[in-house]
């Protein structure tokens, strides 16, 4: 996983709750970085599952609450870093369909070691979207909240519905209708 996941999410989590909390969650864990991350670099994502699990001990506030929030947050890192990706598009729709055969594939050139999920499309409309999201790492609430903020981003809204096709997450259905 990309430092910058990392970076930007102990940013928030100092934000959010402190610095003791981020000191906290990090002797809490068992990290080979020692904490320690650059935003070029790359970790193991157990260190995040850890940071995350501790975090979540911590506030009482579940994993995939604490991704939905800190997606939504990674959204604006991407709106500053990537503006120029994100200006080819016009349209929320357009946009989260072509994750997997653009979007990820302009990631991948910049940072070929990126740990990314597959979104295959299986529905599209002007309107609709139905999608299955597949990763090892069940980040599926952080595409929630990347998802929420694109609309936001087109001023646009929309529901979303997940449907675990997998119980650990690792296999989720979107249903996405444009309101
Ligand atoms: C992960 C970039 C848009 C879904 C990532 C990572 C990067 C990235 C750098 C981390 C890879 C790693 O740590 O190794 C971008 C950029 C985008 C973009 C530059 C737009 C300009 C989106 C959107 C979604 C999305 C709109 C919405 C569904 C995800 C998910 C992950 C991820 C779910 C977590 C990894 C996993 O689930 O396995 N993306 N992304 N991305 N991205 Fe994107």
Redesign the pocket.
Known sequence: ??G??FTEFLDLVENKFGLEMVDEIINASNLESEGIYTSVGTYKFSEMLQLLQHLSANTGISIDDLLLVYAEHFFSV?EDS?SG??ATYKDPIE??SS?ENH??VE?RKI?P?????T?EVIEKTDNSLVMI?K?S?A??H??LG??NK?FEHFNSKASIVLEKLKADGTEVKFLINKN
């Open positions: 996983m990309k910058i996941v991407l990537y990706l994100l946009m989260i994750i979007i990820h990631v940072y070691d990126a740990e990314l999920p979104f999201y990763s790492r980040m599926h952080f595409g990347l998802m694109t």
